[in-house]
């Protein structure tokens, strides 16, 4: 049955598990999924609950459930690290939001403009609710056998709640650490001693490898994306429909190109340089989206004006967009202007970066040669 625990304000739930009798259990703030990367890899739910000697973690998908249990004997530190998903989030759907309601303003078919303003409302409640709940983080459980990620404590402000009941529930199992512990030294035997958070570092660092990555995802992404450069200055030279779609091609191959490669880069020797131009394009992909869908919406209405009540098709659309020439206006060879000098501009970058990463790592594992690159006699 359950009732309200006074001492840590929660929920508590009274269990019987594997037979063994009856345990209680407090749920802890926080829901949140698996994630892998930027994708959560599956559809699972993860929380927490509080029981009498430990924390048990369970994680959900709808038919079955795991459990991880953390003894607060054997929990040696707790990690959280800020992380910049939020603000990413948050950039995400100001954008959509500036789109919807940049079509509502201009499309002039009434419910069209209905449904943008909608559209626009629900990106706002969903970028107020971001903002709301705060910073995002991720957060590790360390004891002396495994270390986890606990999932549902994916926002600051949910983790340090967590994290400050938790801490009453540790010290009473381990004893509070006294000044003269903290301040001994490294030969001195402490009884119940609580590891540091140099020593849980250390082991960190020795658990996680950085792997090799000759960077081939990031050289075809960069060559594809040079290409679309040469491409669209042509076509702000010469324009032609084989041109646009040529080059709408080689767009949505370098887009994924890019993904891919921001995804092989996690926990890889790729350097910092690099990194952060293939960042870059991501920003330039999103920046031309926009630009291209403030197109559509200033060319299309106008184009269904000329057409005196013909419905068009989707075809119809994508063959106008094609058709848009850099002569047509200032604002069409602005576009094709900066998405040609862009994507010339990381692709060359990037394609020279990665051969100097790749020069490098083949100068470091050749036999035949010292660190100075002189031949060993």
Not at 96 to 125: D, K
Not at 161 to 174: D, F, M, N, P, W
Not at 276 to 292: D, E, K, M, N, Q
Request: hydrophobic share 45%; glycine share 10%.
């Amino acid at each position: 049955m359950d009732n309200w625990d006074p001492l840590f304000s929660l929920e508590a739930v009274n269990t019987i598990m594997d037979g063994k009798g009856e345990t209680r259990y407090k749920r802890l703030p926080g829901k949140g999924p698996r994630r892998r990367w930027f994708i959560a890899a599956s559809l699972s739910g993860c929380s927490l609950y509080l029981g009498d000697d430990h924390v048990l973690a369970v994680e959900s998908n709808g038919f079955s459930e795991d459990y991880k249990r953390f003894y607060f004997s054997d929990i040696q530190a707790i990690f959280t690290r800020r992380t910049r998903r939020g603000t990413t989030w948050s950039i995400v759907l100001a954008l959509m939001m500036a789109c919807s309601l940049l079509s509502a303003l201009l499309l002039e078919v009434e419910s069209f403009r209905i449904f943008f303003w909608i559209l626009s409302g629900a990106f706002l409640a969903c970028l107020l609710g971001n903002a709301f709940r705060g910073p995002t983080c991720i957060c590790h459980i360390l004891t002396a056998v495994q270390e986890d990620q606990l999932p549902s404590l994916n926002r600051l402000r949910v983790a340090r709640k967590v994290i400050g009941t938790l801490r009453v529930a540790i010290e009473r199992a381990q004893g509070i650490l006294r000044p003269e512990e903290v301040h001994a030294g490294p030969t001195e035997v402490i009884a119940n001693h609580v590891p540091s958070l140099r020593g849980v570092r250390r082991y960190r660092g020795r658990e996680r490898q950085i792997r090799h990555d000759d960077g081939t995802l990031h050289v075809i992404a960069f060559a594809l994306m040079l290409g679309d450069g040469i491409v669209t200055g042509i076509g702000l030279l010469y324009h032609t429909v084989t041109i646009s779609a040529v080059s709408s091609l080689l767009t949505a191959l370098y887009c994924i190109g890019i993904v891919a490669a921001l995804v092989k880069q996690y926990g890889s020797d790729i350097p910092a340089a690099v990194r952060r131009i293939t960042w870059a394009s991501i920003g330039f992909i999103c920046v031309s989206y926009f630009l291209s869908y403030t197109l559509g919406v200033l060319t299309i209405p106008r184009l269904m004006k000329h057409r005196h009540g013909i419905v068009m098709t989707q075809w119809d659309m994508l063959r106008a967009m094609f058709d848009l020439s850099p002569q047509d206006s200032l604002l069409v060879m602005g576009v094709y202007a900066f998405a040609a000098t862009c994507s010339l501009g990381l692709g060359a970058l990037g394609l020279v970066r990665v051969k100097k990463h790749r020069d490098d790592w083949a100068s470091a594992s050749r036999p035949g040669q010292n660190s100075g690159g002189e031949a060993r006699g």
